[in-house]
Structure formats: C-alpha cells, structure tokens
C-alpha cells in the first residue's frame, strides 16, 4: 500500500511538471486568452458614456476599465457628471476619458467645483494653452484660488510668458500646490548654484523634486567629477561635459546611479543616506542659529 501510494504521488509529480512545461510554451496564448476573457462588456462601457455612437471613446474608455479596474467600480452617474461638465467647457470625450486616467479623482469633483476653477484658470488668460495644460495635468482642477493667486503671478516673473508657466505646470504640476517660498528656493538653487538656465528648467521635471533632492544629485555628481562650473568664468558658464538638468532630476535612482553617475546603485543608496544625515545636521545647526540671534 505504501509503495502504491508512493507511485500514485510520483504519477502526480510527473503530471503537474508536463503541465507546467505546456502552460509555460502556450504562455503568449495564455496572455491572449486572459485578456480577451476579463475585456469589459461594451454595453457597460456605453453605458458611462454620453453618447452610445461614438466607437473611439467607447474603445478608449474600455481600455482604461480594463488597465484600471477599480474604476469599473465608481457609479455611473458619476461619469455622465464628469462628462457633462467638462464638454460644456469644449472639452473632448476622448480627451476627457484621459484625463481621468492620469487623475481619477476627477469623477469626485462635483460640477459646481469644475465650473469655478476652470472659470478661476481662465481669470489667468492662458487662452488655448489652458485645455493643454489641463490635459496634461488634471489635478490642476482641484487647485485653490488663494495657491492660483500666490503662485501664478511669481512663476511668471522668472520663466517670462504664461505658455511658459504653463509648461512648467504640465510637467510639475504641485508646484502651484507648494509653498510658493519652497518653489523658489528651487529655483533658486537650480539656476544660482548649478547655473541652469530657465529654458532647461521649463523643459525638466526638476521642480517635482524637493530641494534636498536636488541638491544631493547635484553634489554627488558634484564630488564625482561629473558636474562641473569652469572656474575664472564670472558668468558661471557650465563645463560642456555636464549632463542636462532632465537626465539629472527626471530618472529614477537606478538610473542615475548607473546612467549618468557611472556607478551602481548600492553606492548611490549609501551616498544618499550619509547625504541625508549632513543635510539634517546642517538644518539642526541652521535652527540653533536662529535661537541664538533671537536670545541676541
């Protein structure tokens, strides 16, 4: 009896071991078949949009269902609210489906919220670059008109036009969220410190970094060699060998470290955490400082 189960357990090995083999060869019929089995059913799609005949958005729309499914679970006449407010503002279907998909809690605002703050953004006069910007960066909606009126007018004054503003807020949306003075001392360093000129920034993510960030890629690169201002230069001219602000500030640390610093990432980890510590002792001696001038 043991030796017959003994077989009987081997026979199972064999078995699930073929299995295995064929489920591994058949995997890119798998992924099909998976796929088309959990594609949400068009009449559910149809039935959060609008219009049941427009075919582009009801492909898009069950694509993103499909990607996201959470989505499938908030109500429909949340979608028909976001739909009806955003096309009575010229807006897309198409385009307001992506929008959703970039920022989901667009189907959470109510329309009288959309109505004020697209009406807030248009006091702004970005004219046709707003519905860009917006389309980019959804969560602009959700801005407050105190942030609008402390961040818009200053963010001008150092990058010159709204277009380019609104650049800079496509890529670095919680700019005109932060405290406007943690902006600044950004952008300060970025262009006193590193000398990086303002078309640069724009066309970086630099800004969605905080300033420590910033300031530890730049000082590593610094200490390596890599980053470099010519000396005898009164205007601060950057070597040529520099690396451009986006490489620096838009990838993530595995490939900064590998990409543009030329070393693994475990090192630019330890750099970081020892970088980290200096930088908190710097702020504790900055705070007594401050102590000491306030007993003066």
């Not at 796929?35 to 009801?58: G, W």
Request: one cysteine or more.
């Amino acid at each position: 009896k043991a030796s017959g189960l003994y077989n009987s357990v081997s026979f199972i090995k064999i078995m699930f071991k073929i299995i295995c083999k064929n489920f591994l060869s058949n995997s890119s019929e798998i992924a099909a078949f998976r796929y088309f089995s959990t594609k949400v059913d068009l009449h559910f799609v149809n039935s959060l949009l609008p219009t049941s005949n427009d075919f582009e958005a009801s492909e898009v729309l069950q694509e993103l269902l499909q990607n996201v499914p959470d989505l499938q679970d908030c109500p429909s006449h949340m979608w028909k609210r976001t739909f009806h407010v955003f096309q009575n503002h010229g807006f897309q279907i198409k385009n307001i489906i992506n929008m959703i998909s970039k920022y989901p809690n667009l189907l959470q605002c109510r329309e009288s919220q959309v109505d004020n703050a697209l009406e807030l953004w248009r006091n702004y006069q970005f004219g046709e670059h707003l519905e860009i910007m917006l389309k980019e960066a959804p969560s602009l909606i959700e801005v407050s008109e105190s942030h609008l009126i402390n961040c818009i007018p200053k963010l001008e004054s150092y990058v010159g036009t709204k277009r380019k503003v609104s650049k800079v807020l496509m890529r670095c949306p919680n700019v005109v969220f932060e405290n406007w003075a943690n902006v600044e001392q950004k952008l300060n360093y970025l262009m006193n410190n590193m000398k990086i000129e303002i078309p640069e920034i724009i066309k970086s993510s630099a800004l969605k970094r905080t300033l420590p960030e910033i300031k530890c890629r730049h000082i590593f690169l610094q200490r390596l060699g890599i980053f470099e201002i010519r000396k005898g230069n009164s205007s601060g001219e950057l070597s040529k060998k520099n690396p451009n602000l986006s490489t620096i500030t838009d990838t993530t640390d595995y490939l900064f470290a590998k990409e543009i610093a030329n070393i693994t990432y475990e090192e630019f980890a330890v750099f970081k955490k020892l970088y980290q510590k200096e930088f908190e002792k710097n702020d504790e001696d900055d705070e007594g400082d401050d102590i000491d001038e306030d007993d003066v």
